[in-house]
């Protein structure tokens, strides 16, 4: 039956997460996980919410959950590696259910695609979780951070094309209130566990104009989720103290690296980024690149070229491979 393909399904993918990442559960602390935690006074008293939250206020929900494995484990590593497997675990999970649902979305639901959805999402989930790339989010203790922030973004915007679906299957004008509440709150919870979840009412954006726009964007249910847009700035501007001292911090261990620099820098890395998910090897910790101080520089510039020619690959894919366009769309955005 389906529920029992379900189940299998789920199982397996905790097994090979669960198998791959035995071996790292006594991992010692790295580098930022000394400022984050063993020298973190903040986060050694569970009960103390305040100084959880000033430590860094825009990743609460990270430094909270970091709190309450020093409340149960103090400095042993093992309980923070089996907390970041079971947030990778669980991820898996949420991504395997979301590509299920976006192949019931109005874009495939007539189309032979939809018929293969449960292996497609196994597949899928399976990839997700085994791949090296995924190595560093797990087993680098303070990683957790865009673990955590990854898994309330999938189940955020899971959760959304769970109550549009069942609004379209009830042929009603409204989404179904728990489905989209409980986005609402992933939503949030993302925002402070890692400030790059900023992205996630564009990314709903997205997902409305790739697979339900035959049937008309709702409007009045997404643009909830851009007041959310206000969150990290205004948290930002009411503990500024915290983050300017956050701020001094990157300027010293980081210096003579301009912004603009680092933006062109960024053209190469990117292209890292696409190399590794292909082919995963020569992967390390702490990667040294040399810093791009003009755009002229054949490497800088062809990175963006080729960066440029996806980006148009995927407007001209969109019609014809929805899937791989929104992919890659995904990447970009996300």
Request: with cysteine.
């Amino acid at each position: 039956s389906e529920h029992k393909k379900h189940i299998l399904a789920i199982a397996l993918l905790i097994i090979v997460g669960t198998a791959i990442y035995s071996n790292t559960f006594h991992s010692p602390f790295q580098f930022d996980d000394e400022r984050s935690i063993t020298n973190n006074s903040d986060i050694q008293n569970l009960s103390n919410l305040g100084a959880i939250f000033n430590f860094m206020p825009t990743r609460f929900i990270t430094n909270l959950s970091l709190a309450v494995n020093y409340h149960f484990n103090g400095l042993g590593v093992t309980g923070y590696h089996l907390f970041n497997l079971l947030v990778h675990l669980c991820t898996a999970i949420m991504v395997w259910w979301l590509v299920i649902l976006t192949l019931c979305t109005p874009a495939f639901k007539d189309k032979g695609i939809s018929n293969h959805s449960n292996i497609i999402a196994f597949f899928t989930a399976l990839i997700f979780v085994s791949h090296p790339v995924q190595t560093q989010a797990v087993t680098y203790i303070i990683q957790r951070a865009a673990s955590l922030a990854t898994l309330f973004y999938v189940s955020s915007l899971a959760l959304y094309v769970k109550s549009r679906l069942v609004q379209h299957e009830e042929a009603v004008s409204h989404v179904q209130p728990p489905y989209y509440a409980l986005s609402f709150i992933a939503l949030i919870l993302a925002i402070f566990s890692k400030e790059m979840t900023i992205t996630l009412p564009f990314m709903i954006l997205l997902y409305e104009v790739c697979f339900f726009r035959e049937e008309g964007i709702d409007w009045k249910h997404v643009a909830p989720f851009f007041i959310t847009l206000l969150i990290i700035p205004v948290t930002m501007a009411v503990t500024k103290s915290v983050n300017f001292a956050e701020m001094r911090l990157v300027r010293e261990t980081s210096p003579g690296i301009l912004p603009s620099d680092y933006l062109l820098t960024q053209f190469r890395v990117i292209v890292t980024y696409i190399r590794l998910l292909f082919i995963p090897v020569n992967q390390n910790l702490d990667y040294d690149y040399s810093l791009s101080k003009t755009l002229f520089d054949i490497p800088t510039l062809s990175s963006l070229i080729f960066l440029i020619v996806i980006l148009i690959a995927a407007v001209k894919l969109f019609r014809r491979y929805r899937l791989v366009s929104f992919g890659i769309f995904w990447f970009f955005l996300t």
